[in-house]
């Protein structure tokens, strides 16, 4: 009969997520996720399988998490629709800035090093993309029926604009762009958005 696990299975999660965002997937060891957990590396293989499966656990959760705290903040009436948006893209800029250790986003981090090669991580990140497209179109599409932002303008279209401003935010931030920089950025991307036309 096997033995009851002795130790909590989120937290040794949230631990190796962070080892994996702040090295990075190669440069990561499971001797590092041991160290950082207090388990044993035999613990660590037979409750979560080897060092690629882990990380399968931790980034499905990771995309997983964004997508739902962007519905969280997108997601509501058509009246408040601009303010969430314009909110939201600020939050991003805002957050990019207040990441000192400009370890970047994780999603953007693991598919930029490993989707190339590894199917299940360009899966998981195309369909974690994809969602924040949507929330963003919904938001955009109820922003047009509250007269916020043109009715003629294709809504999706928008959203990826949207989006990859977002996500070149992120990026920037990474680079080390300044916290000035990235509102101006903010700001702009949001001033661009057709308004409607008398």
Not at 26 to 41: C, N, P, S, V, W
Not at 44 to 71: I, M, N, P, W
Not at 99 to 128: F, M, N, P, S, Y
């Given at each position: 009969?096997?033995?009851?696990?002795?130790?909590?299975?989120?937290?040794?999660?949230?631990?190796?997520?962070?080892?994996?965002?702040?090295?990075?997937?190669?440069?990561?060891?499971?001797?590092?996720?041991?160290?950082?957990?207090?388990?044993?590396?035999?613990?660590?293989?037979?409750?979560?399988?080897?060092?690629?499966?882990?990380?399968?656990?931790?980034?499905?959760?990771?995309?997983?998490?964004?997508?739902e705290a962007t519905?969280?903040?997108?997601?509501?009436?058509?009246?408040?629709?601009?303010?969430?948006?314009?909110?939201?893209?600020?939050?991003?800029?805002?957050?990019?800035?207040?990441?000192?250790?400009?370890?970047?986003?994780?999603?953007?981090?693991?598919?930029?090093?490993?989707?190339?090669?590894?199917?299940?991580?360009?899966?998981?990140?195309?369909?974690?993309?994809?969602?924040?497209?949507?929330?963003?179109?919904?938001?955009?599409?109820?922003c047009q029926r509250?007269?916020?932002?043109?009715?003629?303008?294709?809504?999706?279209?928008?959203?990826?604009?949207?989006?990859?401003?977002?996500?070149?935010?992120?990026?920037?931030?990474?680079?080390?762009?300044?916290?000035?920089?990235?509102?101006?950025?903010?700001?702009?991307?949001?001033?661009?958005?057709?308004?409607?036309?008398?």
């Amino acid at each position: 009969m096997a033995r009851p696990r002795k130790f909590d299975e989120q937290q040794v999660l949230d631990a190796a997520r962070e080892r994996f965002w702040a090295g990075g997937y190669a440069a990561t060891r499971m001797e590092d996720i041991a160290a950082a957990t207090g388990l044993g590396k035999g613990s660590l293989y037979g409750a979560f399988g080897g060092k690629q499966e882990l990380f399968h656990r931790v980034f499905d959760e990771y995309c997983g998490s964004v997508v739902e705290a962007t519905a969280q903040q997108l997601r509501g009436d058509d009246v408040n629709a601009y303010a969430r948006l314009s909110a939201h893209v600020h939050a991003v800029a805002a957050a990019t800035a207040a990441d000192t250790a400009q370890r970047g986003c994780l999603l953007a981090k693991a598919a930029a090093e490993l989707a190339e090669h590894d199917e299940t991580v360009a899966k998981r990140a195309r369909a974690a993309i994809e969602a924040l497209r949507a929330l963003l179109e919904d938001d955009i599409a109820a922003c047009q029926r509250n007269g916020d932002l043109d009715a003629n303008a294709d809504p999706g279209k928008l959203a990826a604009l949207v989006l990859a401003v977002l996500r070149g935010i992120e990026a920037l931030g990474k680079a080390g762009a300044n916290e000035e920089t990235l509102a101006d950025i903010a700001r702009t991307a949001l001033a661009v958005l057709p308004r409607p036309t008398d």
